[in-house]
T-cell receptor, first 113, second 113 residues
Framework: EADIYQTPRYLVIGTGKKITLECSQT?????MYWYQQDPGMELHLIHY???????EKGDLSSESTVSRIRTEHFPLTLESARPSHTSQYLC????????????FGPGTRLTVT | AQSVTQPDIHITVSEGASLELRCNYS??????LFWYVQSPGQGLQLLLK??????LVQGIKGFEAEFKRSQSSFNLRKPSVHWSDAAEYFCAASGGSNYKLTFGKGTLLTVNP
């Protein structure tokens, strides 16, 4: 069973606030990912990391930023939240051994008012 | 370009009926293939995966999928659907040196009593 955690699960915040979405995994996976998903819609990769101090932008442009200082931790930050950032954010991780399956956290549903 | 297509946006079946969800991929070589399920407000759970070998793959919750190279397909099946199977289903593919997953747009399954 995969162990990947996201906090908070739900967040309602006002425009202009700085927010950080937390993602942690206890599996020792090198690779981690952030996806953005609007309700009933497909997943869009916005950031990924192949290891400590490695971060890359994904296929969908995002105003968010990420950091990877520890293997188990991959937080996502929005410096100034806007209503257009309202969405569900999913974190995932995968092994480095050539197996490609990703394990997902429960998601954070963000609403910016 | 690599792509995954799920032709059916929404499928409705009666409880106890059989189910087949379609997935087609377009890749340079045979990719690794996955099916995920997402319940409302939740993250994605891996149902099953295909890397190589036997083209009929068994997964969790009574699901199976068949890889057909000639049709570039990886369809998900279940012989008898339960009401708890109502969810969004995503097909995904990955391959080569790219660890990223390419997701289809998803198929929403509704189960009628």
């Amino acid at each position: 069973e995969a162990d990947i955690y996201q906090t908070p699960r739900y967040l309602v915040i006002g425009t202009g606030k700085k927010i950080t979405l937390e993602c942690s995994q206890t599996m020792g996976h090198d690779k981690m990912y952030w996806y953005q998903q609007d309700p009933g819609m497909e997943l869009h990769l916005i950031h990924y990391s192949y290891g400590v101090n490695s971060t890359e932008k994904g296929d969908l442009s995002s105003e968010s930023t990420v950091s990877r200082i520890r293997t188990e931790h991959f937080p996502l930050t929005l410096e100034s939240a806007r209503p257009s950032h309202t969405s569900q954010y999913l974190c995932a991780s995968s092994e480095s051994s050539g197996r490609y399956e990703q394990y997902f956290g429960p998601g954070t549903r963000l609403t910016v008012t | 370009a690599q792509s995954v297509t799920q032709p059916d946006i929404h499928i409705t079946v009666s409880e106890g009926a059989s189910l087949e969800l379609r997935c087609n991929y377009s890749y340079g070589a045979t990719p690794y293939l996955f099916w995920y399920v997402q319940s409302p407000g939740q993250g994605l759970q891996l149902l099953l995966k295909y890397f190589s070998g036997d083209t009929l793959v068994q997964g969790i919750k009574g699901f199976e999928a068949e890889f057909k190279r000639s049709q570039s397909s990886f369809n998900l099946r279940k012989p008898s659907v339960h009401w708890s199977d109502a969810a969004e289903y995503f097909c995904a593919a990955s391959g080569g040196s790219n660890y990223k997953l390419t997701f289809g747009k998803g198929t929403l399954l509704t189960v009628n009593p």
